[in-house]
């Protein structure tokens, strides 16, 4: 048999003014679109938007 989907999949977060990228998790129920949050970049030094990526 087939196993199911789980409920928490693996995201990369990318900020909008650098390269720079976080991996984290989401739990797909809860936040069914792209989520978007504000991050320490360390090649800037200061905090940005980072936004989901696939």
């Given amino acids: ?5 789980g409920a928490r ?4 977060l ?3 003014e650098s390269g720079h990228f976080y991996l984290t998790e989401k739990n797909r129920k809860n ?4 989520i978007e949050l504000r991050r320490y970049d360390p090649f800037l030094r200061k905090h940005v938007a980072y936004k989901e990526e696939k």
């Avoid at 048999?1 to 989907?5: H, L, N, P, Q, W």
């Avoid at 936040?31 to 792209?34: E, L, T, V």
């Fill in 31 to 34: 936040d069914p679109s792209r």
């Fill in 14 to 16: 990318k900020s909008t």
């Fill in 1 to 5: 048999m087939a196993k199911k989907k």
């Fill in 9 to 12: 999949i693996h995201i990369r």
